[in-house]
T-cell receptor, first 116, second 114 residues
Framework: QQQVKQSPQSLIVQKGGISIINCAYE??????FPWYQQFPGKGPALLIA?????SEKKEGRFTISFNKSAKQFSLHIMDSQPGDSATYFC???????????????FGAGTQVVVTP | NAGVTQTPKFRILKIGQSMTLQCTQD?????MYWYRQDPGMGLKLIYY???????DKGEVPNGYNVSRSTTEDFPLRLELAAPSQTSVYFC?????????????FGQGTRLTVV
């Protein structure tokens, strides 16, 4: 079964608008939550990541919000641009260390289309 | 800086044929992974490796095999290809202690089994 559930499956947003993608996870052992961005014909690339010791992380126009008690996290894309049109995947894993490693569980993906 | 390189980019196989998907990374990463990506399903882990000589099964290993004789290379072998193996395959690597645990992905191999 899907250990990380992602919604919506797709979304269309106007240029300048806010895109919001939500993810929920089951395994309380997860302690690393990255978001990956994938353009057509390319491999996923890390966009932004968060660990549970903070509730929010911002990098430029991209913000992750994290709710540990609800086991949910979300990606907000502010001032969305046509160049942000891509598929976004949330993921979860245990953080790599000398005794464990990050085996990633991915959400199903959200296709974001930003219209001019 | 090449990063993670996968070959081939595209391949069509007939049912029952075998092939090896090649993956090499030049970042001296210990961890390497093979994922398959199917529409609407995200990425599913096939096999992973935490270092040369060490491999283990992921979520969907049936029909595949891997080896890790060097740090750089992590080939994926498909034996007796089946239509259910039609997918896009991604190889990835990550350091054991990364900046953010980041995984670096190759550009993918699109495989069609007919």
């Amino acid at each position: 079964q899907q250990q990380v559930k992602q919604s919506p499956q797709s979304l269309i947003v106007q240029k300048g608008g806010i895109s919001i993608i939500n993810c929920a996870y089951e395994n309380t052992a997860f302690d690393y939550f990255p978001w990956y961005q994938q353009f057509p014909g390319k491999g996923p690339a890390l966009l932004i990541a968060i660990r549970p010791d903070v509730s929010e992380k911002k990098e430029g126009r991209f913000t992750i919000s994290f709710n540990k008690s609800a086991k949910q996290f979300s990606l907000h894309i502010m001032d969305s641009q046509p160049g942000d049109s891509a598929t976004y995947f949330c993921a979860a894993s245990t953080f790599p260390s000398t005794d464990s490693w990050g085996k990633f569980q991915f959400g199903a993906g959200t296709q974001v289309v930003v219209t001019p | 800086n090449a990063g993670v390189t996968q070959t081939p980019k595209f391949r069509i196989l007939k049912i029952g044929q075998s092939m090896t998907l090649q993956c090499t990374q030049d970042m001296n990463h210990n961890y390497m992974y093979w994922y398959r990506q199917d529409p609407g399903m995200g990425l599913k882990l096939i096999y992973y490796s935490v270092g040369a000589g060490i491999t283990d099964k992921g979520e969907v290993p049936n029909g595949y095999n891997v080896s890790r004789s060097t740090t750089e290379d992590f080939p994926l072998r498909l034996e007796l290809a089946a239509p259910s193996q039609t997918s896009v395959y991604f190889c990835a690597s990550s350091p054991s202690r990364g900046r953010d645990g980041e995984a670096f992905f190759g550009q993918g191999t699109r495989l069609t089994v007919v």
